[in-house]
């Protein structure tokens, strides 16, 4: 069976962007993959994070990862912070990759523009070696993740080959897969900006457990434009462009399915179908998200997976120590 890996950072609260472009992905893939699905929390370091909040944040997704759909029978779900062979790759991967390549990562860019350079840490710059690792230690197949992310997948695989040609067959070289519709879904108010739990209005961001009254207001009132017909055009209607990309993933049918079904409907009748589906989906995660609290089985998953991916992931650490020269 193959693998898949794939993480998300505990930064703030999850987003519906998140959902539609990784979680949903996961929980599909998970019976046909030997699936990993982990809390990138030493990822969240890259910038200051109230501890106290870090702290509550990793449990909560773990808690929203389950509620989401995620079943321990398929898949390895983990803290990243917990096997500490993850940094032991990073180094070996940050000696082997180059300041010029990392300088082109377009998040790296994004996140950085603007920052004086005495307040950008140096882990923001490195954390795509750390992504690496991440993927590399495991022998993923394929990595699920939203378009902003692809970049990063691609360095991991120039580095599992640069390191293959270098010191000998040492990791696999993993396949980004990225979601057909709702690769990336945008700001509700500001739909040229990716929907971001850090850097986003908090009208134009939905997050998984907020009231669903306030999210159903969110949709009736995102940014449109002065056209009245519904149809997909990312260039001129990028705000209903982005709802259309929202409804056709929550209902499983493509963006042309979803035009043809609100092509005599106006704005407000369309908007009140997307708020309808993004309801429905979040009063099923919060009920399930709250049986999982209650329940405490979470712990249990946790230090099961916790026993399993430290053993992968040393072999492949020792491997790769052996590999390239250091220790007795
Ligand atoms: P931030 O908003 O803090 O930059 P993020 O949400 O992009 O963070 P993660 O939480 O680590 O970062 O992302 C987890 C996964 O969710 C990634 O695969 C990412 O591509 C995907 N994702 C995040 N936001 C969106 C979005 N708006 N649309 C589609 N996919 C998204
Ligand atoms: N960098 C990713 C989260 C992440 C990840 C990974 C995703 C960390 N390690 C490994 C896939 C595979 C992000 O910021 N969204």
């Known amino acids: 069976m193959k ?47 109230d501890p106290t909040e870090l702290k509550r944040r990793i449990k909560d997704i773990v808690a929203v990862y389950l509620a989401c759909g995620l079943d321990p029978k398929y898949t390895t779900l983990f803290i990243q912070s917990e096997n500490m062979y993850h940094t032991n790759l990073a180094w070996i991967l940050e000696c082997n990759s180059y300041m010029g390549e990392m300088s082109r990562m377009t998040q790296f860019k994004d ?10 840490s140096c882990g923001l710059f490195t954390y795509p070696d750390l992504m690496a690792a991440d993927i590399l230690i495991y022998d993923a197949d394929v990595v699920p993740v939203g378009v902003d992310q692809k970049q990063h997948v691609e360095l991991a695989r120039n580095l599992a080959e640069r390191f293959n040609n270098k010191y000998g067959e040492t990791f696999k070289v993993p396949e980004p897969i990225i979601p057909s519709s709702g690769a990336k879904i945008y700001d509700l108010q500001n739909p040229e900006k990716k929907m971001s739990k850090t850097e986003n209005s908090s009208k134009g961001c939905i997050m998984l457990l907020e009231d669903v009254e306030s999210a159903r207001k969110k949709i009736m009132s995102a940014v449109t434009d002065s056209e009245s017909k519904v149809y997909y055009d990312k260039e001129n209607k990028p705000g209903i462009s982005n709802l259309l990309a929202i409804y056709s993933s929550l209902k499983g049918i493509s963006i042309e399915e979803a035009e043809n079904k609100f092509k005599e409907s106006n704005y407000g009748e369309f908007k009140r179908c997307v708020a309808d589906e993004v309801v429905k989906l979040l009063t099923d995660i919060q009920n399930k998200y709250n049986e999982v609290l209650e329940s405490g089985f979470a712990d249990k998953i946790l230090d099961d997976s ?11 650490v020792e491997e790769a120590f052996s590999k390239v020269g250091v220790g007795r």
């Not at 898949?4 to 950072?9: E, T």
């Not at 962007?17 to 998970?30: D, H, P, S, T, W």
């Not at 916790?306 to 492949?316: E, H, L, T």
């Open 3 to 49: 693998r898949l890996l794939s993480g998300v950072k505990p930064t703030g609260e999850l987003t519906l962007g998140n959902y539609i472009g990784a979680l949903r992905q996961f929980v599909e893939m998970q019976k046909e993959y030997e699936t990993f699905v982990f809390v990138a929390d030493l990822h969240a370091l890259t910038v200051y994070n």
């Open 111 to 120: 996140k950085s523009k603007g920052k004086n350079n005495e307040a950008i």
């Open 306 to 316: 916790n026993a399993k991916v430290r053993a992968i992931a040393q072999k492949k």
